[in-house]
Each structure stands twice: as structure tokens, then as C-alpha cells.
């Protein structure tokens, strides 16, 4: 079966310090993947996506960065910190069709003091 | 550009009772709606999919149903029981492929169930 990893599960980073979010998909080839970020008293939204090594698409314009180093992983960068960087960040994963259902990890707690 | 409005943003109910809540989108070119239960601190946890030329889905207690041309969809909890408090969050994926199977979702309902 497939599992989803993310970690750290919870972070507590300085203004203007580099991030770096990992996230590992398992028992799956060739997953699209995603990221994620809930920010307090917002909803849900698409950060990046890929559908292969190398292969990125970004959503919202902002400091982060987003690669896929291998195929079942997905990394969430950033050089410099921002408070408004602090919030929930999710990856998920699916197959086949970027239309087919996704599958969300745990989730990592970003608090940018 | 698709919004996704869910309310109430907060329920409180007494166990035992059977609750709706509710899920409004402005663009009706959607290829599926997806429900999703979110426990705090915690990932999400899909419930029912719904595509876009299905009215409902059905999952033990659960009851998803979509009216796309009105824009709404509900989800139904029968006989509600304290596990079941957590976020319901309500998500719709657009119809076009480039747009990378973009979930957009709404600010969710969060529901306590008191014993």
C-alpha cells in the first residue's frame, strides 16, 4: 500500500533563515505531487505541483521554491524566511491523471518567529 | 476564478442528531468535488468523491450530494457521534487539465458533536 512522509512535522524558524520541507511518497511510481499551504483563517492552497523529476509548476508567486530530486520526492524551499511563510504546508500525492484523486501526508507546522 | 464558500464555519450539536453542512462554488465547470475531514494539527483525510456527472455518494454514515448547475453541494452525517468532530472541508477540482488538477477549497466547517 501507499504511505506518504513528510517531516519535520513541526518547525520554528527566524525571520530570514533558509527552510527546507521533505516529503517522501512510498509503494507508488511515478506520482504526481503536490504541495500545499493552510495559512490561519485561510483555506487551502496549491503551492506547486510536478509530474516527473525535475518537472515543477508554481501556483502563487512568493519566496518559496519547490524540486523534485527523485521520483517519490518532493522538496519545499525557501532562502529567506517570512513571518507570512508561517502555516500548515501538505504534500500530496496521486496517479495517472492529475485529475485522479489525491492522497494528503500529515502535514508540517512552519512558525516563523 | 473559482470560490468555494462553506457554512456554517462552526457546529456544535449534541450526539445522536443527524447535520448537514453545506458547500456553495461559483463556477459550475467542474470535473469532481471532494470531501474532506480534517482532525487539528493533522493531515487530511479524504471522505467521498464526487464527479461532476454523479448527484451523490454514499459511505457508511456519510451522504455527499452535488447539484453542480446551482453551484452546491451537502454533506450529511447521520447519527452524529464525538468522532466525528474535526474540520469538513469541501474542495473542487476544475475542469481543464492544465490546471494541474488544482483542488481549490473552501475555509471549512469545523464540527464538535458533544456526548
Known amino acids: 500500500s501507499q504511505t506518504i512522509h513528510q517531516w519535520p512535522a513541526t518547525l520554528v524558524q527566524p525571520v530570514g533563515s533558509p527552510l527546507s520541507l521533505e516529503c517522501t511518497v512510498e509503494?507508488?511510481?511515478?506520482?504526481?505531487l503536490y504541495w500545499y499551504r493552510q495559512a490561519a483563517g485561510r483555506g487551502l492552497q496549491l503551492l506547486f505541483y510536478s509530474v516527473g523529476i525535475g518537472q515543477i509548476s508554481s501556483e502563487v508567486p512568493q519566496n518559496l521554491s519547490a524540486s523534485r530530486p527523485q521520483d517519490r520526492q518532493f522538496i519545499l524551499s525557501s532562502k529567506k524566511l517570512l513571518l507570512s511563510d508561517s502555516g500548515f504546508y501538505l504534500c500530496a500525492w496521486s496517479v495517472g491523471s492529475l485529475m485522479d484523486q489525491q492522497y494528503f501526508g500529515p502535514g508540517t507546522r512552519l512558525t516563523v518567529t | 476564478k473559482q470560490e468555494v464558500t462553506q457554512i456554517p464555519a462552526a457546529l456544535s450539536v449534541p450526539e445522536g442528531e443527524n447535520l448537514v453542512l453545506n458547500c456553495s462554488f461559483t463556477d459550475s465547470a467542474i470535473y469532481n468535488l471532494q470531501w474532506f475531514r480534517q482532525d487539528p494539527g493533522k493531515g487530511l483525510t479524504s471522505l467521498l468523491l464526487i464527479q461532476s456527472s454523479q448527484r451523490e455518494q454514499t459511505s457508511g454514515r456519510l451522504n455527499a450530494s452535488l447539484d453542480k448547475s446551482s453551484g452546491r453541494s451537502t454533506l450529511y452525517i447521520a447519527a452524529s457521534q464525538p468522532g466525528d468532530s474535526a474540520t469538513y472541508l469541501c474542495?473542487?477540482?476544475?475542469?481543464?487539465?492544465?490546471?494541474?488538477?488544482?483542488?481549490?477549497f473552501g475555509q471549512g466547517t469545523e464540527l464538535s458533536v458533544k456526548p
Open positions: 474542495a473542487v477540482r476544475g475542469l481543464f487539465y492544465n490546471q494541474g488538477g488544482k483542488l481549490i
Open positions: 509503494g507508488t511510481s511515478n506520482p504526481n
